[in-house]
């Protein structure tokens, strides 16, 4: 009995949880999504009531019909953003259809319809798209559809940065003397970047670390059906104190549509980098090789390659569809790196030591007037005035078991590559500078996909499930060259 209590009480706790888990789904999925409505009259501007109205999707198959009212209003609420087909029927009336009314993510569409005496077999057709203008709410912001998406140059393709083209928005991001944490990288109406809001299909999905228009999911191009920004007066649904960003993706339809694609740059349309050009030259130089060689003046390694693809059908016509996409970014290229290393002198037994300065802050050069001193190689190396150096038999005769510099040491310090600059960290005398072209690698692999279940012809009730997972290996630039750094990876997902 005991059994057989335990095991309907495990089924009905897992039938709640899968209850709880299905309404969580619904009351997400009504975010995303958009409405239409206006009002029905003649000529003379007397409204119409009891007109039929319907509007329909032909790619879904969705369709929906209701009556306006005494006052001629009408109104469709959560639809989801597509490209509809208006139909208004009234006896003594012309049939009034208008194609092509493009309804967009989270932006109310009123459309007005004038209807002219005639006869119901009359159809009036209206050839010109609707616009969509939002007088139902005071929401300020622009929407997106699929082939302005897609068309708008982005860099990285990432799709939340079409924010910082709105007006109000201050978008630092791509200026290397503003440090990534700054609060007004991305700021929006003044706000700062970590009070805005970026949603898909619902979900929010902001950067835990505040960083402006980033989506901890991947968003790709291909996978935007609309895209909606909205920078003051949003409404309750998109939250947040800032810019909200509603992104909604693609689903199947009746028909199968699909692309692949690839993008490229490489290093044959790369300059090389100041520093890294200057190091070449330098080490040509010392080495004696003409300057007119390759590697006197080589660009540093730049490989960037997008590619993926996407395919979207019907496995149920007009009932259940399904959308995949893949993308993967990849990045191989190298960065000017610049890291301390031992100086010469010091790989030779030598250490040098700034003297105690005059009262007004400048070098001592009575008391240290500088010189040279010489290594255990024999070299003779040349001590500015103020400093002074210590000769591996000056540090010899210091140390109280007349050791002198440690041979382990000195054979560690001489493992680290050789000085080809002065101008960065250390203090120039005892640490140098090394600069190098570090080689740093980035690969991503981006898997959306969703399912569309309408369970009603009408699509008033139906089930939509999208799911996203990446994977990305990102182990950066070497330590040193042939000190590589640990290898970041990180997967993400949402179900």
Sequence with gaps: MRKLNLRIFCTSLSASVLLALLFTCCLCAQTGTTSLRGTVSDKSGAFIGGAKITISNPQTHLDRRTTSGEAGDYEFLALPPGDYTLVVEKDGFRRYEQPHVQLLVNLPVTQNVTMQVGSVSETVEVSATVVGLNTTDASIGNAFNENQVRELPLEGRNVPDLLSLQPGVAYTGNRADTPTFDTRNGAVNGARSDQSNVTVDGVSVNDEGGHAFTSVLPVTLDSVQEFRVTTSNYNADQGGSSGAQTARTKSGTNDFHGSAYEYLRNTYTSANDYFVKAAQIDSCLANGTPLSEKQ????????????????????????????????????????????????????????????????????????????????????????????????????????????????????????????????????????????????????????????????????????????????????????????????????????
């Design 296 to 495: 006197c003046n080589a660009a540093p390694k730049l490989i960037r390659n997008i590619f993926g693809g996407f395919v979207g059908g019907p496995i149920k016509k007009d009932r259940l569809f399904f959308f995949l996409n893949y993308e993967g970014p990849r990045r191989a290229e190298a960065q000017s790196v610049t890291d301390t290393v031992p100086s010469n002198s010091l790989r030779d037994g030598v250490m040098q030591y700034l003297c105690q300065t005059n009262a007004d802050g400048s070098p001592d050069t009575a008391t240290c007037p500088g010189g040279s001193v010489t290594g255990l190689s024999g070299k003779s190396y040349t001590v500015q005035p103020g400093y002074f150096a210590l000769s591996p038999s000056q540090i010899t005769g210091l140390y109280p078991l007349h050791i002198g510099p440690n041979t382990a040491i000195l054979q560690y310090l001489n493992t680290w590559p050789t000085q080809n600059s002065s101008g960065c960290g250390g203090d120039g005398f005892n640490y140098a500078c090394f600069n190098y072209s570090g080689p740093i690698s980035e690969n991503k692999n981006e898997y959306i996909a969703k399912m569309d279940y309408n369970i009603t012809r009408d699509a008033k009730h139906h089930v939509s499930v999208s799911g996203a997972l990446r994977n990305d290996s990102n182990p950066g630039a070497p330590f040193y060259p042939l000190r590589l750094r640990a290898n970041n990876s990180f997967s993400c997902w949402r179900f």
